[in-house]
Protein backbone atom coordinates (compact mmCIF):
# COMPACT_ATOMS: atom_id res chain seq x y z
CA UNK A 1 0.00 0.00 0.00
CA UNK A 2 1.14 3.61 -0.58
CA UNK A 3 0.84 6.60 1.77
CA UNK A 4 2.16 10.33 1.95
CA UNK A 5 2.96 11.90 5.39
CA UNK A 6 3.02 15.70 4.80
CA UNK A 7 5.00 17.60 8.48
CA UNK A 8 3.61 20.44 9.68
CA UNK A 9 -0.19 21.69 9.04
CA UNK A 10 0.87 25.16 8.91
CA UNK A 11 3.82 26.69 7.84
CA UNK A 12 5.21 30.33 8.35
CA UNK A 13 7.40 31.99 6.52
CA UNK A 14 9.00 35.65 6.32
CA UNK A 15 8.38 37.15 2.63
CA UNK A 16 11.47 36.52 0.87
CA UNK A 17 12.55 33.33 3.11
CA UNK A 18 13.58 30.22 2.00
CA UNK A 19 9.67 28.11 1.51
CA UNK A 20 10.44 24.04 2.87
CA UNK A 21 7.55 21.86 2.68
CA UNK A 22 8.33 18.39 4.12
CA UNK A 23 6.58 15.46 2.50
CA UNK A 24 7.64 11.81 3.15
CA UNK A 25 5.73 8.73 1.09
CA UNK A 26 5.53 4.79 1.48
CA UNK A 27 5.74 3.09 -1.67
CA UNK A 28 6.44 -0.77 -2.46
CA UNK A 29 6.83 0.02 -6.15
CA UNK A 30 8.89 2.57 -7.73
CA UNK A 31 6.41 5.65 -6.83
CA UNK A 32 5.85 8.68 -9.08
CA UNK A 33 5.80 11.69 -6.94
CA UNK A 34 3.39 14.94 -6.81
CA UNK A 35 2.76 18.01 -5.73
CA UNK A 36 -0.51 19.80 -6.04
CA UNK A 37 -1.38 23.64 -4.73
CA UNK A 38 -4.62 24.93 -4.15
CA UNK A 39 -5.82 28.58 -3.75
CA UNK A 40 -9.09 29.96 -1.44
CA UNK A 41 -11.96 28.37 -3.50
CA UNK A 42 -10.38 26.76 -6.19
CA UNK A 43 -9.21 23.05 -7.22
CA UNK A 44 -6.26 21.41 -7.14
CA UNK A 45 -3.70 22.00 -9.68
CA UNK A 46 0.08 20.41 -10.79
CA UNK A 47 2.80 22.11 -9.21
CA UNK A 48 5.28 19.65 -10.33
CA UNK A 49 5.43 15.74 -10.94
CA UNK A 50 8.67 13.22 -10.45
CA UNK A 51 7.70 10.03 -12.43
CA UNK A 52 11.37 8.77 -13.41
CA UNK A 53 14.75 10.30 -14.46
CA UNK A 54 16.47 13.29 -12.78
CA UNK A 55 15.86 13.22 -9.67
CA UNK A 56 15.30 17.09 -8.71
CA UNK A 57 12.38 18.41 -10.44
CA UNK A 58 11.18 22.07 -11.13
CA UNK A 59 7.63 23.45 -11.00
CA UNK A 60 5.86 26.32 -11.74
CA UNK A 61 6.34 29.65 -9.60
CA UNK A 62 9.97 28.94 -9.31
CA UNK A 63 9.54 25.78 -6.80
CA UNK A 64 11.46 22.59 -6.82
CA UNK A 65 11.62 19.08 -5.53
CA UNK A 66 14.30 16.61 -5.14
CA UNK A 67 13.31 12.72 -4.94
CA UNK A 68 15.35 11.17 -2.46
CA UNK A 69 14.63 7.47 -2.47
CA UNK A 70 16.96 6.83 0.12
CA UNK A 71 14.96 8.50 2.56
CA UNK A 72 11.92 8.23 0.76
CA UNK A 73 11.24 12.07 0.81
CA UNK A 74 10.21 14.46 -1.82
CA UNK A 75 10.13 18.04 -0.37
CA UNK A 76 9.17 21.08 -2.17
CA UNK A 77 11.18 24.42 -1.96
CA UNK A 78 11.49 27.83 -3.57
CA UNK A 79 14.23 29.94 -2.44
CA UNK A 80 12.57 33.06 -1.61
CA UNK A 81 8.67 33.42 -0.56
CA UNK A 82 5.97 35.51 -2.44
CA UNK A 83 2.96 36.85 -1.01
CA UNK A 84 1.09 35.17 -3.64
CA UNK A 85 2.77 31.54 -2.39
CA UNK A 86 -0.02 31.64 0.37
CA UNK A 87 -2.13 28.87 -0.31
CA UNK A 88 -2.57 24.87 0.95
CA UNK A 89 0.19 22.61 -0.77
CA UNK A 90 -0.89 18.54 -1.15
CA UNK A 91 2.20 16.17 -1.65
CA UNK A 92 0.57 12.82 -3.66
CA UNK A 93 1.88 9.19 -4.61
CA UNK A 94 0.90 6.79 -7.02
CA UNK A 95 1.82 3.84 -9.01
CA UNK A 96 1.99 3.68 -12.56
CA UNK A 97 -1.25 2.57 -13.29
CA UNK A 98 -2.77 2.94 -9.94
CA UNK A 99 -5.23 6.15 -8.22
CA UNK A 100 -3.16 8.81 -6.73
CA UNK A 101 -2.95 9.41 -2.69
CA UNK A 102 -3.02 13.08 -1.74
CA UNK A 103 -1.46 13.47 1.79
CA UNK A 104 -3.55 15.77 4.27
CA UNK A 105 -1.94 18.98 3.41
CA UNK A 106 0.44 21.87 4.65
CA UNK A 107 -0.87 25.73 4.86
CA UNK A 108 1.88 27.84 3.70
CA UNK A 109 1.16 31.49 5.27
CA UNK A 110 3.50 34.32 4.15
CA UNK A 111 4.36 36.66 7.24
CA UNK A 112 5.12 40.58 5.33
CA UNK B 1 -10.92 23.13 -23.62
CA UNK B 2 -12.56 24.87 -20.58
CA UNK B 3 -11.28 22.37 -18.16
CA UNK B 4 -13.40 20.36 -16.21
CA UNK B 5 -16.78 21.30 -15.60
CA UNK B 6 -18.82 21.38 -12.46
CA UNK B 7 -22.42 22.18 -11.44
CA UNK B 8 -23.60 23.06 -9.19
CA UNK B 9 -20.90 25.38 -7.70
CA UNK B 10 -23.15 25.66 -4.57
CA UNK B 11 -25.73 23.56 -2.75
CA UNK B 12 -27.44 24.20 0.03
CA UNK B 13 -30.82 21.56 0.80
CA UNK B 14 -32.14 19.96 3.79
CA UNK B 15 -31.27 16.96 5.74
CA UNK B 16 -33.36 13.71 3.72
CA UNK B 17 -33.18 15.89 0.18
CA UNK B 18 -31.35 13.92 -2.72
CA UNK B 19 -28.64 16.07 -3.97
CA UNK B 20 -27.32 14.84 -7.45
CA UNK B 21 -22.99 16.75 -8.30
CA UNK B 22 -22.30 16.83 -12.12
CA UNK B 23 -19.36 16.50 -13.84
CA UNK B 24 -17.95 17.32 -17.27
CA UNK B 25 -14.34 15.91 -17.67
CA UNK B 26 -11.79 17.23 -20.07
CA UNK B 27 -12.06 16.23 -23.73
CA UNK B 28 -10.11 12.97 -24.52
CA UNK B 29 -9.25 11.97 -20.91
CA UNK B 30 -10.02 8.29 -20.07
CA UNK B 31 -9.97 8.52 -16.41
CA UNK B 32 -12.36 10.38 -13.90
CA UNK B 33 -12.34 10.96 -9.85
CA UNK B 34 -14.26 11.86 -7.61
CA UNK B 35 -12.64 13.43 -4.27
CA UNK B 36 -14.43 15.27 -1.29
CA UNK B 37 -12.93 17.23 1.20
CA UNK B 38 -13.46 18.75 4.39
CA UNK B 39 -11.56 20.40 7.23
CA UNK B 40 -11.67 17.01 9.41
CA UNK B 41 -10.62 14.33 7.10
CA UNK B 42 -8.74 16.07 4.11
CA UNK B 43 -9.02 15.07 0.52
CA UNK B 44 -10.92 11.79 0.38
CA UNK B 45 -11.11 9.71 -3.32
CA UNK B 46 -14.42 8.88 -3.70
CA UNK B 47 -14.40 6.54 -6.72
CA UNK B 48 -12.47 6.58 -9.91
CA UNK B 49 -13.34 5.48 -13.57
CA UNK B 50 -11.64 4.50 -16.51
CA UNK B 51 -13.28 4.55 -19.77
CA UNK B 52 -16.36 5.22 -17.99
CA UNK B 53 -15.83 1.68 -16.08
CA UNK B 54 -15.98 1.96 -11.97
CA UNK B 55 -12.71 0.89 -11.30
CA UNK B 56 -12.53 1.58 -7.20
CA UNK B 57 -15.49 2.54 -5.18
CA UNK B 58 -13.97 1.72 -1.83
CA UNK B 59 -14.34 5.27 -0.81
CA UNK B 60 -17.82 5.56 -1.78
CA UNK B 61 -19.13 6.30 2.32
CA UNK B 62 -22.27 4.10 2.36
CA UNK B 63 -24.88 3.14 0.31
CA UNK B 64 -26.73 6.57 0.22
CA UNK B 65 -23.79 7.71 -2.54
CA UNK B 66 -23.68 6.63 -6.14
CA UNK B 67 -21.98 7.23 -8.48
CA UNK B 68 -22.08 6.79 -12.57
CA UNK B 69 -20.47 7.66 -15.80
CA UNK B 70 -22.92 6.88 -18.97
CA UNK B 71 -20.19 8.19 -21.72
CA UNK B 72 -17.44 9.58 -21.56
CA UNK B 73 -18.16 13.11 -21.41
CA UNK B 74 -20.56 13.41 -17.95
CA UNK B 75 -20.63 11.92 -14.73
CA UNK B 76 -22.55 12.49 -11.95
CA UNK B 77 -22.71 11.71 -7.90
CA UNK B 78 -25.78 11.60 -5.75
CA UNK B 79 -26.08 11.22 -2.40
CA UNK B 80 -29.91 9.98 -1.41
CA UNK B 81 -30.73 10.76 1.19
CA UNK B 82 -28.42 13.67 2.28
CA UNK B 83 -27.14 14.07 5.83
CA UNK B 84 -25.35 17.25 7.59
CA UNK B 85 -21.94 15.35 7.73
CA UNK B 86 -21.98 15.25 3.80
CA UNK B 87 -21.04 18.87 3.79
CA UNK B 88 -18.04 19.35 2.22
CA UNK B 89 -16.53 20.21 -1.07
CA UNK B 90 -16.83 17.72 -3.70
CA UNK B 91 -14.52 17.72 -6.41
CA UNK B 92 -14.44 16.31 -9.87
CA UNK B 93 -11.24 15.49 -11.32
CA UNK B 94 -9.80 13.60 -15.03
CA UNK B 95 -6.87 12.93 -16.61
CA UNK B 96 -5.11 10.90 -19.34
CA UNK B 97 -2.16 8.21 -19.08
CA UNK B 98 -1.77 8.35 -22.88
CA UNK B 99 -0.89 12.52 -22.55
CA UNK B 100 1.09 12.31 -19.44
CA UNK B 101 2.94 9.00 -19.00
CA UNK B 102 1.47 9.37 -15.63
CA UNK B 103 -1.87 9.99 -13.67
CA UNK B 104 -1.52 13.89 -13.75
CA UNK B 105 -5.16 15.29 -12.81
CA UNK B 106 -6.92 18.24 -13.51
CA UNK B 107 -9.05 19.33 -10.96
CA UNK B 108 -12.51 21.08 -11.43
CA UNK B 109 -13.46 24.25 -9.20
CA UNK B 110 -15.59 22.05 -7.04
CA UNK B 111 -19.19 21.76 -5.83
CA UNK B 112 -20.07 22.60 -2.05
CA UNK B 113 -22.61 21.06 -0.52
CA UNK B 114 -24.11 22.27 2.56
CA UNK B 115 -26.67 19.91 4.31
CA UNK B 116 -28.72 21.67 6.74
Known amino acids: AQSVTQLGSHVSVSEGALVLLRCNYSSSVPPYLFWYVQYPNQGLQLLLKYTTGATLVKGINGFEAEFKKSETSFHLTKPSAHMSDAAEYFCAVSRWDDKIIFGKGTRLHILP | DAGVIQSPRHEVTEMGQEVTLRCKPI?????LFWYRQTMMRGLELLIY????????DSGMPEDRFSAKMPNASFSTLKIQPSEPRDSAVYFCASSSFRETGANVLTFGAGSRLTVL
Open chain 2, 49 to 56: FNNNVPID
Open chain 2, 27 to 31: SGHDY
